[in-house]
């Protein structure tokens, strides 16, 4: 998987790549991740990127050039990436997005600062316009650190263990289920007796059981979209009757 990121503030993400999940990935040459720096694209001797607006008002501009020249070098003789341009105005970000951006093998994640980007940006790359959420940040390098995460940890080899990515909330549309480790009892809470039985089929289903109870109760929206199998569907009922009868 290729990640190439357009930013004027590149250094933002040195902590990024130089630590967990992502580093490890690009370590092993699973991912490949390159940052551009937006100014090495200008055309005056001040490096601009960002400019007035036109018609007035507060606030800058980020100038489409040096943009359309950064993809241009980026995709120069090597085929077409797929580009997001990070904007709260784009669809939501979210588990099934990152698997089809994982999919196209290699983005372009275009951050904005200030009021965005010229219009004409999106007129010219025609981009995957994607947010992270109804909120505004002040610029697009942390929703491109949160898109680069979410999608490099779905890369084969990424994650240690690819079991572990699966059962994420989300990965099947269901919330994950309660995670417990050393001591068996701490502060007199004991560890779910089923953990500590060593039978693995009881594990599995009470697993099963938690995730689904949990999404019931914290995002019962997600159960109108998920993939459910027939013993969830019928754990799911059960789960319903006893609401009921509560
Ligand atoms: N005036 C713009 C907001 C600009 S915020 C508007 O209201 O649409 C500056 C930059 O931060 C944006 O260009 C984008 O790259 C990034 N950004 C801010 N909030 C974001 C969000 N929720 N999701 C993705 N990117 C966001």
Known sequence: MRI???????????PFLAEG?????????????RVWNLRDFASDRHRSTDDEAYGGGPGMVML?????????????????PHIVLTSPQGRVFDQRVARELAATGWIVILCGRYEGFDHRVHEALDPDE???????VSG????????????GRMIEGVVGNA????????FRGLLDYPHYTRPEELRGMRVPEVLLSGHHENIRRWRK???????LEKRPDLLERADLDEEAK?????????????
């Open 130 to 136: 994607i947010s992270i959420g109804d909120f505004v």
């Open 4 to 14: 190439d990121i357009v930013t004027i503030f590149p250094r933002m993400f040195d």
């Open 64 to 80: 489409a050039e040096p943009v359309l020249r950064a993809v241009d070098a980026i995709r120069e003789g090597e085929g077409s």
């Open 21 to 33: 999940i992502i580093a490890r990935g690009v370590k092993q040459g699973v991912l490949d991740v």
């Open 140 to 151: 697009g390098e942390l929703p491109a650190m949160v898109i680069a995460d979410a999608v």
């Open 163 to 170: 079991g572990s990515v699966e059962e994420d909330s989300f």
């Open 234 to 246: 019928q754990i799911l009922r059960q789960l319903e009757n006893e609401k009921r009868t509560r």
């Open 209 to 215: 059981e938690q995730s689904l109870r949990r999404t």
